[in-house]
Every structure is written in C-alpha cells, then in structure tokens.
C-alpha cells in the first residue's frame, strides 16, 4: 500500500501564531494516535506576512486512514479551534532528490 | 546554520502534467548543482482537481543560499518554462513526530 502525503497550508494572520500553535497541536495529538498514521511535521514561514503562514505535511499509510482519522467526531470537534482558511489535499511524491 | 524548506504550490491545470513536469525537471536539474542545495520532493495530487496539482518541498542549507541558486540568469531562463500561478515561501520546521 503505497503511502499519501497530506499537504495542507493554513492563512493565518499575524498576531495569532499561538492561538493557530495550540489549536494545532492539539489537533495533533490526536491524529497520531489513529490508524495509518506515520508522521507529520509543521512549517512556519520565515517572514511572518507569507501568504501561507504555516504548512503541515503530514504521512498516512492511505487515503483511507486518513480519511477515517479526521472524519470523526473526536477530530472534527479539535479542528474547530483552528478553523483559518486552509488548503488541504492528499499527494503523491512523484519525484524526488 | 539552520537549514529552511522551501514550499512552493504550483496551480497546474488539467491537462498540462507532463508540460508541467518537463519544466520542473528542467529547473530542479540545475538547481541540485548550486551551492547550499540539500533536497526536493515534488508531490503531485491525488485528485486531478486539486487546487494546487503540484507542490514541491525541497531543503536548503539557508535562505541565502536558495535565493542566490534562483536569482541567477541560468535559473530565471529555466523558471519560464515553469510559468503556473505559484505560492512559494521559505519555512523553518516548528514541530515533528
């Protein structure tokens, strides 16, 4: 079963890096305790006006696992305290060095 | 030093994969010979309609280092070729597991 990468980059506007922080790493938490996850790390831009204040890349052992993990009540019920405008999708690595 | 991710999401249309590739190979080729270049990882989507097709994800030793790789001419000719609507920005890592 070949792995996906969640790709999801978050507008957050300047002043609310913490508030996003808390918020998301509760969200975390969660997750890595559900089935299929593998791993995920949170990026900060350097200069604090980009466009996309913070990306998280997250792996799952399949769409449906991660599907299943942020369906749940549970999850969706954590998602709520950093509801910024997001733009998440699933990938594949097509190329890599 | 501190290495820094770059996150570029590339809005690609349907249809222009392969002309969307070509180019990134093109430009990802040059820049694994510049100074401070560690590495990349382009992702393409899962659904062919995702906002952004194409995200790249590539590590470089510092912020120096990536915008003296692609303010050269060499790297400006090549990044023509590769003309989608994109997001790029310079990220630290701010959280793992």
Known sequence: MEPVT???AF??????DEAFLDGWRAAAE??????????????RSLGPNAEFRFVNVAVWDSAEAFQRAVSSPAFRALAERIAYPSHPALYHAVAED
Do not use: K, W
């Open 6 to 8: 969640l790709i999801n």
């Open 11 to 16: 507008e957050v506007p300047a002043g609310e």
């Open 30 to 43: 969660h997750l890595r305790g559900c089935p299929g996850f593998r791993s995920t790390r949170l990026h």
